[in-house]
């Protein structure tokens, strides 16, 4: 595209004087890519806040009238038509994105902040601001809000009460196509809607859940032993999970150290020691024990074994070397051997 976001905020600047210009680029970051305060540009200026304001008041409307005669008209349409095939919205973030390959100068500094400016001095399209629960977003409107608010709504309702069926990967397309099929809407749409809301989130694993979800979108060092124990569906030491959380947490610098992980399995009932500093997970059927008790446990469920049908049954329950269990059986005091070879546990 022949639009040019320097020339159009350059040529918008030349209507006001060099004070009007200051307040502008500080107020809007166009210098430096900060949006400074009334009082910020006020204590620079030795002029008090309301004067500032003043100012910002006069240098608007001058930029109003400029923009009439400066048409923004190519940068507005190119802007409507874009949010039109998304959906007439989109999250800030995303939007600029698209935006950086449909202009002439897509890489000139504080791009963002340029874009903001002009559009909101054409007043077209409406600006929404975070809050907490939407990103900051764009969009044609009210009609395009009240589509996207209605598909973020339902999702969220039908992802609460299937909540198993969402974490765990299965008919996810069936669960977002029921919710979007009330709605009319085209996939991409959808997702475009769904992207503007903070309800949702994908964690490193690409599991797609609700924010609140500790699983999805883990906070704790405990939620975060969770979710690898769940990943690797083995269990592991302690210190390899304090190590792979470590590996795949993002954007934190505070690492997570290996006695704290050690003290937040054991506080937790979903944990299973099942070895010597080994963890894993109560809902893979994983029972507490030492190698011996486990033993114990597996022939009084099944009577009499074989040392090798012994093996097959203990060693799909936990990892144990083949030596711990033959060691084990040697025991007089807890096993004994029946004469057709088969152990049972001792009545001694």
Excluded at 303 to 326: A, C, D, Q
């Amino acid at each position: 595209m022949n639009v040019s976001i320097i020339k159009l905020v350059t040529n918008l600047l030349a209507a006001l004087d060099a004070r009007q210009r200051d307040v502008i680029e500080g107020r809007y970051g166009l210098k430096d890519g900060n949006y400074k305060t009334l009082a910020e540009i006020g204590n620079t200026c030795q002029v008090t806040r309301e004067r500032i304001r003043q100012i910002e008041a006069g240098a608007l409307n001058a930029l109003r009238n400029a923009a009439s005669k400066n048409s923004l008209s190519s940068l507005i349409d190119l802007v409507k038509n874009h949010l039109q095939n998304v959906g007439g919205l989109r999250r800030e973030e995303l939007f600029l994105a698209d935006l950086k390959m449909m202009v002439a100068d897509g890489n000139a500094p504080n791009f963002g902040n340029k874009v903001r400016f002009l559009l909101e001095v054409a007043g077209e399209p409406k600006f929404g601001c975070e809050n907490q629960s939407m990103y900051n977003y764009w969009y044609l409107g009210e009609e395009n809000k009240k589509k996207a608010s209605a598909l973020i709504g339902k999702l969220v309702k039908l992802m609460n009460s299937r909540r198993e069926q969402v974490v765990n990967h299965q008919d996810i397309d069936k669960l977002f196509n029921e919710a979007i099929k009330p709605h009319n809407l085209k996939d991409l749409v959808a997702l475009n809607y769904i992207s503007v809301s903070k309800d949702f989130h994908v964690n490193t694993y690409g599991d797609f859940g609700l924010a609140n979800w500790p699983e999805v979108n883990p906070r704790t060092v405990r939620d975060w032993a969770y979710l690898i124990l769940k990943k690797k569906q083995k269990p592991l030491h302690f210190s390899d999970i304090a190590g792979e959380i470590n590996k795949v947490r993002k954007n934190s610098v505070k690492l997570a150290h290996i006695q704290t992980v050690h003290n937040e399995l054991i506080k937790d009932s979903r944990f299973v020691l099942v070895g010597r500093g080994m963890y894993g997970l109560s809902e893979f059927g994983l029972l507490p024990g030492t190698a011996r008790e486990v033993m114990a446990r597996v022939l009084k469920e099944h009577g009499p074994l074989s040392p090798e049908e012994l093996l097959g049954v203990v060693l799909k329950e936990r990892l144990l070397k083949k030596n711990t269990v033959l060691i084990n059986l040697r025991n007089r005091k807890y096993f004994k051997r029946l004469d057709d070879g088969k152990y049972s546990i001792s009545s001694v």
